[in-house]
């Protein structure tokens, strides 16, 4: 079955705590992303890779650290964990024939809560 | 600075009727429009888009019409039913980026 699998789905964590969520897909998509939704906001992207070894920055990225070492993986690195970064986030990849379209796939999502 | 714009957060109709969503933006470089549904506990879903070199594109019970020069999109939904009660999302992408665009959402409720 074709899917975003991220982990975890569900975090509550302290301020300053680094922490990892990771995301894999199995679609062979060369486009990974990561977002998070937040109330009245809707979904803003924090980064996104085009390929392995080519990341670049979304519209939110501070506070947060990528890599895209394989191509099925791209993890969202939080160094130091804020309670302004406590929100819903979602990884979502896309095949390069298909990013004109703009088609991601999105994992199911995994709520951060940082205390 | 909100390039896409859903300014209903929320819209309830009745099942059978007609739904219809809107969606605004400002950048007339945006080349592509999406939607996307999403369902409690789930990752959004892609619905249905449209070019910008077009006006309206149908798939089924739903129909996306794009208004370029009121930079206004809408999806029509016809018959609603309850399963598609969810939170959409209007996207926008273009103006040679290739990161998509999103609006705030419209949390549709469809009434038995």
């Known amino acids: 079955e074709a899917q975003v699998t991220q982990n975890p789905r569900y975090l509550i964590t302290v301020t300053g705590k680094k922490l990892t969520v990771t995301c894999s897909q199995n679609?062979?998509?060369?486009?990974m992303s990561w977002y998070r939704q937040d109330p009245g906001l809707g979904l803003r992207q924090i980064y996104y890779?085009?390929?392995?070894?080519?990341?670049d920055k979304g519209d939110v990225p501070e506070g947060y650290k990528v890599s895209r070492k394989e191509k099925r993986n791209f993890p969202l690195i939080l160094e130091s964990p804020s309670p302004n970064q406590t929100s819903l986030y979602f990884c979502?990849?896309?095949?390069?024939?298909?990013?004109?379209?703009?088609?991601?796939?999105f994992g199911e999502g995994s709520r951060l809560t940082v205390l | 600075d909100q390039q896409v714009k859903q300014n209903s957060p929320s819209l309830s109709v009745q099942e059978g009727r007609i739904s219809i969503l809107n969606c605004d933006y400002t950048?007339?470089?945006?080349?592509?429009f999406l939607w996307y549904k999403k369902y409690p506990a789930e990752g959004p879903t892609f619905l249905i888009s449209?070019?910008?070199?077009?006006d309206k594109n149908e798939d089924g019970r739903f129909t996306v019409f794009l208004n370029k020069s009121a930079k206004h999109l809408s999806l029509h939904i016809v018959p609603s039913q309850p399963g598609d009660s969810a939170v959409y999302f209007c996207?926008?992408?273009?103006?040679?980026?290739?990161?998509?665009?999103f609006g705030q959402g419209t949390r549709l409720t469809i009434n038995p």
């Open positions: 979502a990849s896309m095949s390069q024939g298909r990013i004109v379209a703009g088609e991601l796939f």
């Open positions: 679609m062979n998509h060369e486009y």
């Open positions: 890779s085009m390929n392995v070894e080519v990341t």
């Open positions: 950048n007339s470089m945006f080349d592509y």
């Open positions: 449209i070019s910008s070199i077009k």
């Open positions: 996207a926008a992408r273009g103006g040679g980026a290739q990161k998509l665009v």
